[in-house]
């Protein structure tokens, strides 16, 4: 495996140049060069930050296609300059209508070893990425659905180089690939090396559909009409009329206060948002800024507030079109000093669980079911753009785990998404599956302001360790006062309810071995948690950073 993916503290001249920018009419960042070329070309020609981030997800469904694509789904934040007015539209993956409480058990009743469940036909969710970058454009852009797909349809019929990260990804996950997958990545049985030009014929051949004919053939059309055959032939049961009839919602954000700082970030069915804020409001009393960055008081603040956060997350949040979700009353000030209680500065606490948010509204608990910890590091990838009119594009996009389910549609180069397994596969809690609701995700673009302006807007990918890079990231540059890049970089940890910690190369070795006297456990080798792209905005300009773990570029736009 490449050693850039565990090593967060080079500080190689040429990558900080690729990977940080400055600007005064415009800033694009993304995990990907060529990606933040074609959204910085659509500025730099006049667009404004919508349409940058449409022509950006195409691009990254070309070159980071283990993360993204039109087959799985996303949640875009968009700051309008003009009616100073944030709105999301959520165009998260949705259970067809054949789904049921128990798709994820197998005849005796027993739950499907991850692997298998993930990559059948019966995990794909009705993709919403398309959908809502369509009306994000209809209702903001600038620019044709067409000429926003152009640089990713020209690309992709050139060819990309195969870069280190793609590389990485074919190493360790190879095994999700099916055999249209597997066909495009090992022609004739043999792989690609880093720097070999990749072309997606079939992919092109998608796009200039769409060109032609709107995001219709996705959904009734052509397009879709492939997506079900393969589907089908695979054993799974979405239908023409699960795809013709999805529709994204527009969704407020949830809102909330941090050291003089107003957040806005994603709202349910992703439990990003909200356990973003929770978390900050836990650590905001504790005066942060007296510990050092690598102090073992600030992982140890870290670790616990995690670990009952992800407690609540993990019983309470799911899709709020069919469930009444306690948002409200998991961010009231009683109910945060209450949990706050659990933090004692001695140990791990084993008393740490879910509490009962519900009481604070008044209303009775639900029932809660605990599931297996058997779930994959899941992918994806996020991008930010702001434009000379002060406007915000923020989008977190994925195909969930790396290359989604690992089913191509032959023909169309298109990979389908594995969302469903979001859903908990024992039935009977909050998260259980079920026609038409959307699994609990942990997407969480996210958008800071300062006395009513925006000052910073950022995001990760990474499964649940989204909310602890977005978090950490923001506490680093409130509390640490740490320059925006060196927040990025600054190594971060993660954890769960149980005791284990996940870390990453950088971190103070005196500082874990006294977390490891606490009883805490870690991991025997770091690894890298998630992938922040982030842009600051100030009287004096744009700042612009994408993080290193990737080949994350920042441009900027002056003129």
Request: aromatic residues 8%; negative net charge; proline residues 6%.
């Amino acid at each position: 495996m490449n050693n850039k993916k565990l090593d967060k503290t080079r500080s190689n001249k040429c990558d900080m140049e690729r990977e940080t920018a400055i600007g005064k009419k415009g800033m694009v960042a993304t995990a990907h060069p060529l990606a933040t070329e074609i959204g910085h070309n659509v500025l730099k020609e006049g667009g404004n930050a919508i349409d940058a981030a449409v022509a950006i997800q195409f691009a990254l469904n070309v070159v980071e296609p283990m993360m993204t694509g039109i087959g799985g789904s996303g949640f875009l934040m968009v700051y309008d300059s003009q009616s100073k007015t944030t709105k999301i539209f959520d165009g998260h993956s949705e259970a067809p209508k054949a789904a049921h409480s128990k798709m994820f058990l197998d005849d005796k009743g027993e739950v499907i070893p991850f692997k298998k469940r993930s990559t059948h036909a019966t995990a794909v969710g009705i993709p919403g990425i398309l959908k809502a970058m369509d009306a994000a454009l209809n209702e903001y852009g600038t620019r044709s659905l067409a000429e926003m797909i152009e640089p990713a349809a020209a690309a992709a019929e050139k060819g990309v180089p195969m870069n280190w990260v793609l590389m990485d990804a074919l190493e360790l996950f190879e095994y999700r690939l099916g055999p249209h997958g597997r066909e495009l990545f090992f022609p004739e049985g043999k792989g690609y090396k880093e720097g070999d030009t990749l072309i997606k014929e079939q992919l092109a051949k998608t796009f200039r559909i769409l060109q032609k004919e709107g995001i219709s053939a996705f959904y009734e059309g052509e397009i879709a009409e492939a997506i079900i055959k393969t589907l089908k032939d695979l054993g799974g049961f979405m239908t023409m009329e699960d795809l013709k009839n999805y529709q994204i919602t527009h969704d407020e954000p949830v809102w909330g206060e941090y050291k003089g700082y107003k957040i806005a970030s994603s709202a349910p069915p992703t439990a990003g948002g909200t356990s973003l804020l929770y978390i900050l409001k836990l650590l905001e009393d504790f005066n942060l800024e007296k510990y050092g960055p690598r102090s073992w008081e600030k992982y140890y603040l870290f670790t616990e507030a995690m670990r009952i956060a992800f407690s609540d997350k993990i019983a309470f949040l799911a899709d709020p079109r069919f469930n009444d979700i306690p948002v409200d009353g998991l961010l009231r000030d009683e109910y945060i000093n209450e949990r706050r209680k659990l933090i004692n500065f001695e140990s791990r606490n084993n008393l740490v669980d879910f509490g009962n948010p519900w009481k604070h509204e008044g209303k009775e608990p639900f029932k809660v079911v605990r599931q297996p910890d058997d779930m994959e590091k899941s992918e994806t990838t996020h991008f930010t753009v702001v434009d000379q009119w002060g406007n915000i594009a923020a989008c977190t996009s994925t195909v969930e785990h790396p290359f989604g389910s690992g089913i191509m549609v032959p023909g169309y180069g298109v990979f389908l998404n594995n969302e469903l397994t979001d859903f908990d596969p024992i039935p009977g809690g909050v998260n259980e599956p079920g026609p038409g609701k959307r699994p609990v995700s942990c997407k969480t673009p996210t958008i800071l302001f300062k006395d009513g302006k925006p000052v910073l807007t950022l995001g990760s990918p990474g499964g649940p360790t989204i909310i602890a890079s977005v978090f950490e990231t923001i506490i680093n540059v409130i509390d640490f006062k740490m320059d925006l890049k060196e927040a990025i970089e600054e190594p971060r940890i993660f954890a769960t309810p149980g005791p284990l910690i996940s870390w990453e190369a950088g971190m103070d070795m005196t500082a874990k071995g006294e977390l490891e006297s606490m009883g805490y456990e870690f991991g025997e080798k770091p690894h890298v948690i998630g992938n922040v792209q982030a842009i600051q905005i100030s009287p004096e300009g744009l700042y612009g950073a994408a993080d290193s773990s990737r080949e994350g570029t920042a441009l900027g736009l002056d003129e």
